[in-house]
């Protein structure tokens, strides 16, 4: 677990070192920056109507790299967020409540997103 400013463990972080999530963000950046390149490369490539867009996320190469992208997008969110809340807000109430409310949407994105694709 994570420690905080005031020594105590904090069981939000997400690998529970600093570094480690660093490292995680700075990855799970890469894999989303190239899906968003693949996205833009298609649309520019290709004749794009409804069965090219079909055929090209529904392959089984994109729904693997679509589902990666889905869990770097809820690792990333998740640590900048925390980052955010663990810097800026000083009421622990207040900061739990808000971490809360950002689990509770990032699992529901990464549910959702699975569904979608699988």
Not at 81 to 103: A, E, H
């Amino acid at each position: 677990m994570a420690r905080n400013n005031s020594g105590m463990k904090s069981a939000t972080g997400l690998t529970g070192s600093g570094s480690r999530d660093w490292v995680l963000q700075r990855i799970s950046a890469v894999v989303l920056a190239v899906y968003s390149l693949v996205i833009v490369g298609f649309f520019l490539l290709s004749d794009v109507n409804y069965d090219t867009w079909h055929g090209f996320m529904m392959s089984l190469p994109m729904r693997l790299f679509s589902l990666v992208a889905i869990l770097s997008l809820v690792f990333h969110a998740w640590v900048g967020m925390w980052t955010v809340f663990t810097d800026y807000v000083k009421s622990s109430g207040l900061r739990l409540l808000l971490q809360t409310v950002v689990i509770i949407a990032v699992l529901v994105y990464l549910f959702w997103g699975v569904m979608i694709f699988w």
